[in-house]
């Protein structure tokens, strides 16, 4: 007869299973407590149609030799490791909370800080994992859970189900559940090599699958795709690189160049490690928003004004403000002139003021030409001198 826990059976003699937390394809989670010690733990007991199918029963086993290697505060510790009734089971630390997928159910899109906060404690239990040579190769919402910190209202972000992971030595490569050509993952999450079912999987790939993880977070929406599970894997290995800006606008600037770089077809152009996509992440955050420029108008705007062949916009006519250089010695011819000359460059604020439109001004009435008179000579004369004059001290103050 097939076994089916219940609640208060008692698990190779050191367990007491009493409640269950939930049921997947692979088996059912309990919380149980130790017989001896009375300490709370999560038990994990494969279903026996999973444990007779030989992919899924190495799988299994897998996720407790591989997970056991990881040690780090974000990776869900495993405790032991058995059989019970001909059905292999894994002990684990007991955790109160939620996973990622439901609190995105719940309330996506996440402030920035929490997604902060997941995005740099996940990228923790990746580093660990793949300085122990391990792929997880399935990181997706449904695999954070998110527990209480050590201090009042923090939040601990931790990595569970290595049942995919991949070693990257060859030792054990054998264990492998899959060949080249097909695909392990959540579609939604899979980075291209993945979809493209080749073997280039290595720390890259987690890192893109979190990567759309952060987008998830940030936007509430996933940044691939489609109809179908074709179209999606299209859209994964050929489509546009989304920009979260585009979603939501008021996120920093900076995290657009972040997935720019995160989303990379070519693995070799991705971020290089967990630890250095963590950093970047962090530094992205912290960019402000760009302020539009205030519009400005120089001195030599006003001399010139730019008429777009409808309307001719003038700032304040007003005189720019005069400048006095320090007293130096001038030309004897130049003494008695006054030391003063306009800014030439100064740069102020445009003021607001009526745009008066010149489009086709009506041409102005022509007076009869007349011959100039001495007098108009003389002024003509007077003025050259005065603006040669002018210059000069102009000259004189800028050296």
């Avoid at 309330?107 to 040579?133: F, K, M, Q, S, Y």
Wanted: glycine residues 6%; proline residues 10%.
């Amino acid at each position: 007869m097939a076994y089916a826990p219940q609640a208060g059976d008692i698990i190779a003699d050191r367990y007491r299973l009493e409640k269950k937390l939930g049921v997947g394809a692979m088996g059912s989670v309990w919380r149980a407590s130790h017989l001896t010690l009375g300490n709370p733990v999560a038990i994990k007991i494969i279903r026996e149609a999973a444990a007779r199918n030989e992919r899924s029963l190495a799988r299994f086993e897998r996720e407790a030799v591989l997970a056991a290697r990881i040690s780090s505060a974000h990776v869900v510790r495993i405790i032991d490791h058995g059989h019970h009734e001909d059905l292999p089971f894994i002990v684990m630390d007991y955790l109160e909370g939620e996973d990622l997928r439901h609190r995105l159910d719940d309330r996506a899109p996440l402030p920035v800080e929490e997604v902060r906060r997941i995005i740099g404690h996940t990228c923790r239990a990746l580093a660990a994992a793949h300085a122990v040579d391990l792929v997880h190769r399935d990181i997706k919402p449904d695999n954070i859970f998110i527990t209480h910190g050590e201090e009042p209202g923090e939040e601990r972000a931790l990595v569970l189900d290595f049942g995919v992971a991949k070693p990257m030595d060859t030792m054990i490569d054998d264990l492998a559940p899959t060949k080249t050509g097909s695909i392990v993952g959540t579609p939604y999450y899979l980075s291209p090599e993945q979809a493209n079912g080749t073997k280039d999987i290595g720390p890259h790939t987690d890192l893109w699958s979190l990567a759309v993880v952060a987008f998830e977070c940030l936007t509430g929406e996933r940044p691939f795709r489609g109809k179908s599970v074709a179209r999606l894997i299209v859209a994964i290995t050929d489509g546009d690189i989304p920009r979260p800006s585009v979603i939501a606008p008021e996120l920093p600037p900076g995290l657009d160049s972040w997935f720019e770089r995160a989303f990379q077809r070519d693995t070799k152009r991705r971020f290089g490690d967990a630890r250095e996509m963590a950093l970047a992440f962090a530094a992205a955050l912290e960019a402000k928003p760009v302020e539009p420029a205030p519009t400005t108008m120089t001195s030599a705007d006003i001399a010139n004004p730019v008429c777009d062949g409808s309307t001719l916009v003038m700032a304040d006519p007003s005189p720019l403000p005069e400048f006095t250089p320090p007293p130096r010695d001038a030309s004897p011819s130049l003494r008695g002139l006054p030391h003063t000359v306009p800014i030439v460059d100064q740069t102020f604020e445009l003021p607001s003021m009526p745009v008066r439109s010149i489009a086709n001004p009506p041409a102005p009435a022509l007076a009869p030409a007349s011959k100039p008179a001495n007098s108009g000579r003389l002024a003509l004369l007077v003025g050259v001198v005065i603006a040669a004059v002018g210059a000069a001290v102009a000259l004189i103050a800028l050296l």
